[in-house]
């Protein structure tokens, strides 16, 4: 069963459309990733499928119900955590969720929703004196208080630090052990590769391409990438010569090859090297990643 049915979805602002005619369906169950940079039309797509922005061309449904004809029906299965949040600063993490419990006919208790998020410690800390990362899983146990089915989250770890994103990483695993299906926006491309079931890849308003993440990487990578930091700017032509080399790209001073034979390309590398035809630093060998499907699919890395 789908959770989400998006036809045809079109939203203009100014006459330039922020979603461009987009279709895709959101299955029970799943976490469901859209991704690309800022500006590509995540966010108001997610703000279409909740209601909170009105459609300029085509349809919803959410949950088998479309926001005109239940509305409220939909609001009440739902739970969403905004990019940012505004929390009463004076007020406690307990205080706060049972404020927002109150909103809802049907409300988990306080302290299961702190216990679930690990704030057990924060209990009677005023939200001002949180963390960011603490600010950040109360933000989700706030959109969890009316126990939704459907949860949508939308950047949830960005500005976060490496120890906070895994413990919200955690926090979205967990969710979906027990049945709920979560759509997550993120411009993080290892946050989806880790979470996803499957991911929609968006860019000025398109999808561009939609699968699992493991089923993306095979259908268009079948090499493996070597990194390296070129110090004198060499010419993509003369990477792509390379032996077992099938492609070449260039970020900045960031050089990465995609080899068909990883160490018959090792081997010219370094010959080119020895030859003084190359200077580089740093050289690694990686298997590719959503974000090369990404800078593939539209030429840019996803935080450009």
């Not at 499928?49 to 009105?54: A, D, F, K, V």
């Not at 939909?74 to 739970?79: D, L, P």
């Not at 406690?92 to 909103?103: A, D, H, P, Q």
């Not at 993306?216 to 070129?230: G, V, W």
Request: aromatic share 6%.
């Amino acid at each position: 069963m789908d959770a989400i049915q998006v036809s045809k979805l079109r939203k203009v602002y100014a006459g330039v459309p922020a979603v461009d005619d987009i279709s895709f369906a959101v299955r029970e169950g799943e976490v469901f990733g859209l991704l690309g940079p800022n500006g590509a039309g995540k966010t108001t797509t997610v703000e279409c499928i909740e209601g909170l922005r009105e459609l300029d061309g085509g349809e919803i449904t959410v949950l088998g119900h479309s926001h005109a004809s239940n509305g409220n029906g939909i609001k009440e299965q739902i739970g969403i955590q905004l990019q940012t949040t505004g929390l009463y600063p004076l007020h406690t993490v307990y205080e706060l969720l049972k404020l927002f419990g109150s909103f809802y006919k049907e409300a988990l208790p306080p302290d299961d929703l702190i216990a679930m998020v690990s704030l057990e410690e924060k209990r009677n800390t005023r939200s001002k004196d949180l963390s960011g990362g603490q600010r950040q899983r109360l933000s989700l146990a706030l959109a969890l208080v009316n126990d939704p089915a459907l949860l949508f989250l939308d950047e949830p770890t960005t500005g976060l630090d490496p120890q906070a994103r895994r413990q919200m990483w955690n926090i979205v695993t967990e969710l979906q052990q027990r049945g709920k299906t979560v759509v997550l926006t993120t411009h993080y491309m290892e946050e989806a590769q880790t979470l996803c079931d499957r991911v929609a890849v968006m860019d000025t308003g398109k999808i561009i391409a939609l699968d699992s993440p493991l089923d993306l990487i095979s259908a268009h990578f079948e090499t493996t990438a070597i990194e390296f930091e070129d110090r004198n700017s060499a010419a993509i032509e003369m990477l792509e010569a390379l032996p077992g080399v099938k492609t070449a790209s260039r970020d900045g001073g960031l050089v990465t090859l995609y080899s068909l034979d990883t160490p018959r390309s090792m081997e010219g590398l370094l010959d080119a090297a020895r030859n003084g035809q190359l200077h580089f630093d740093d050289l690694r060998v990686r298997s590719a990643t959503l974000e090369d499907v990404f800078l593939k699919l539209t030429g840019r890395r996803i935080r450009d």
